[in-house]
């Protein structure tokens, strides 16, 4: 029998998984070997997927980017006992784009089988869980205190300062909301680990759940991920049978349990008080602040809203203590990071590291360079709100501060690399746009200065008045920043600003043409 | 008030099945902040979320119907008619547009003669855009009938195209 390791997640079945998967079916029949293949999720090198492993006596061998047409000649070079040949990246874990990293978060990611309890216990699963349910409420957010965790959301507020006020909060019900609503482009964290490793998420929400004394959990993802809602659900159904969800968790006497909400395509709801009314069952209309969730959440009860990687950090700082979590990153910004490598690069994926490394190192030595092989001429980190950085600023390191110093944010830690080819006065533009077409109309300086902000890029590009022009586009992006009600509005300035900064040529028609 | 005139009033959703919806809202109804489930089921039935349910919504939710109608016209996911029989989703976000996705879309909508959002006169294909569909190391990216496919090119996007169309 030969047992084959082959991801589903959505990015290797969008390079073919399903074709090798037949592929590989049909010659084991032909050639009478019996297969057990395992579907996992993907360690995140998207640039090796689809990544198959086989199970030898030595570990599993890898082999990667594979093609259908590909599996023949792989039988042939002795796949069944992990044989030469010229896809062989040996085994994954020591594959220098792998050994490099640090999988705290991730570690199980691609490894396990996603919807298997007893595989995720074998890997150190619900270990956390366990030690929390020896706990008081009060350690367990002081543990999280201490580790340093900072919401992976994007906004960096200190987790286990969240939780402190709703543990403190009293009411007759709340709720844990998990923020799934990944919809930064450049980010796929959320859905990589709700595919590969769902278990950690339900573990990680189930701490926070016994922290604070909430009994009932909310995921809320996107209707544009399918696979990851599906594998979530799945996880949850198992993790109710196994009595790690329910009214005695983990035979703890404690009850929580948690469903998973689909979005229905709208940006905003990953802005956490537009969250919770379009969990109410409303328009995704922004909240104003205060009250906190925290004290006035979901259903108006005090409610931990956290995003997927900050959750599911913790099952691995309760089982291995803060400090170890702390012994990693930089400054005010410890443990690891999962950076996303994304746009036009030529090894894409993700790679979990330490706060710290500089930018440079995550594209050009992960990422590998353009995909074009064009040269690099800009990079936006932190998804659709995040600053456009030329070449000069790629020694910036990846930590909040650093970034904010520079004129960006981290945001969720997508890197999206862009080649010579971008016009990022177009990019601006689409910043207003996307920002006019996702606002939830609650503020007018988000709701019509997006569309102003569009009108005015259009007679920049198009020459008129320029000078004119360029101070209106500069009083809009201080009103927007300086009085939208959410992030929408008061950050769509910073990609547009940032490209304008460090870009202007490509803002100036007259010298453009000229050239 | 009198009631609209006939040239006014929606035309009747396809295949509306009233009974059906009863039974689709009342599964969903009793769930916490039920209005998001109740119209995605909706939409899963009937292509679309036809607008003879959103007074019955209204009702089982105890909602006003302007509640239910501004909810449904929130959210970019819920259409008011049913899609072709096959479904493109193409991303249009800022990973994809590194490599090329703007001229791919722009390409394929002339070659199809649609607008965004719009079906091919043949009735086989909808094409929507999408902000994102979290495959950005392996873009351009498209959801076609929910199935993902990667590193998209104008000839793997037109092969995939007619082979839906076909089916």
Not at chain 1, 315 to 322: F, K, T
Not at chain 1, 330 to 339: D, P
Not at chain 1, 454 to 468: F, H, L, N, S, T
Request: charged share 20%; proline share 6%.
């Amino acid at each position: 029998m030969m047992r084959i390791y082959l991801p589903q997640d959505a990015a290797a079945l969008a390079l073919g998984a399903e074709a090798v998967l037949r592929a590989l079916q049909a010659e084991a029949s032909r050639r009478g070997v019996v297969l057990d293949v395992v579907r996992t999720g993907t360690r995140g090198a998207v640039w090796l997927e689809p990544l198959l492993e086989v199970e030898t006596p030595e570990g599993r061998i890898g082999y990667g980017p594979v093609k259908a047409g590909d599996v023949a000649g792989l039988f042939d070079a002795g796949l069944p006992e992990g044989g030469a040949h010229a896809l062989r990246v040996g085994r994954p874990e020591e594959h220098p784009w792998f050994a490099g990293q640090t999988r705290l978060t991730f570690a199980r990611c691609g490894v396990v089988d996603p919807v298997s309890v007893a595989d995720y216990r074998a890997h150190g699963g619900f270990v956390g869980l366990e030690k929390a349910l020896a706990m008081s409420g009060e350690a367990i957010v002081d543990t999280v205190k201490l580790s340093g965790l900072r919401g992976r959301g994007g906004a960096g507020f200190p987790t286990g300062i969240k939780w402190n006020t709703v543990r403190l909060a009293s009411a007759d019900r709340k709720y844990v909301v998990c923020n799934a609503d990944e919809g930064d482009s450049g980010t796929f964290a959320d859905r990589m680990l709700m595919e590969g490793d769902p278990f950690c998420l339900i573990e990680g929400m189930a701490i926070a759940a016994i922290a604070v004394g909430a009994t009932k959990g909310f995921i809320y993802t996107r209707s544009e991920y399918p696979h990851a809602v599906r594998a979530m659900r799945a996880a949850i159904v198992a993790a109710r049978r196994a009595g790690w969800l329910g009214d005695n968790v983990g035979g703890s006497g404690r009850a929580f349990d948690m469903e998973v909400r689909v979005g229905a395509g709208a940006y905003i709801c990953g802005e956490e008080t537009s969250l919770l009314n379009s969990l109410e069952g409303k328009r995704g209309v922004v909240r104003a602040k205060p009250p906190l969730p925290a004290v006035e959440g979901l259903f108006g009860k005090p409610t931990v809203v956290n995003n997927v990687l900050s959750f599911a950090a913790v099952p691995w700082i309760m089982a291995h203590g803060a400090e170890a979590y702390a012994g990693f990153g930089t400054g005010r910004s410890l443990g690891t990071l999962a950076v996303q490598i994304a746009g036009n690069v030529r090894r894409g994926g993700l790679v979990e590291l330490p706060f710290g490394l500089p930018l440079r190192a995550v594209i050009e030595d992960w990422g590998g360079g353009t995909a074009s092989g064009r040269p690099f001429r800009a990079v936006q980190v932190g998804g659709p709100l995040g600053a456009y950085f030329p070449e000069a600023l790629l020694d910036t390191p990846m930590d909040y501060e650093a970034f904010a110093r520079a004129g960006g944010l981290l945001g969720h830690g997508g890197v999206t690399v862009f080649d010579d080819s971008v016009d990022l006065a177009r990019q601006a533009r689409f910043a207003f746009e996307f920002c006019a077409g996702e606002s939830c109309g609650k503020c007018t300086p988000c709701r019509i200065g997006a569309v102003r902000g569009m009108e005015v890029m259009d007679r920049i590009k198009a020459g008129v008045q320029p000078e004119k022009n360029l101070a209106v586009l500069d009083d809009l992006l201080e009103l927007m920043t300086d009085a939208s009600l959410c992030a929408m509005g008061g950050l769509t300035p910073i990609p547009v600003g940032s490209a304008l900064k460090h870009f202007p040529e490509d803002f100036d028609v007259a010298a453009r043409a000229a050239a | 008030m009198s009631a609209p005139s006939a040239e006014l009033r929606p035309l009747p959703t396809p295949h509306w099945d009233e009974a059906l919806a009863v039974e689709i809202i009342a599964a969903h109804a009793g769930l916490e902040g039920a209005c998001l489930p109740v119209l995605h089921a909706l939409q899963e039935e009937f292509g679309c979320v036809p607008h003879e349910a959103v007074p019955m919504v209204a009702e089982a939710l105890n909602l006003s119907r302007a509640e239910v109608h501004g909810v449904v016209s929130f959210y970019h996911d819920f259409r008011a008619a049913p899609p072709g029989r096959h479904v493109l989703k193409l991303c249009r976000a800022e990973a994809c547009q590194a490599m090329g996705a703007d001229a791919l879309s722009a390409g394929l909508l002339g070659r199809l003669t649609v607008e965004w959002g719009g079906t091919t006169a043949d009735g086989r294909l909808t094409v929507e855009p999408a902000f994102c569909l979290g495959l950005c190391a392996c873009a351009p990216a498209a959801l076609m009938d929910g199935e993902p496919v990667g590193r998209l090119d104008a000839a793997a996007l037109d092969n995939m195209v007619l082979e839906a169309r076909r089916a």
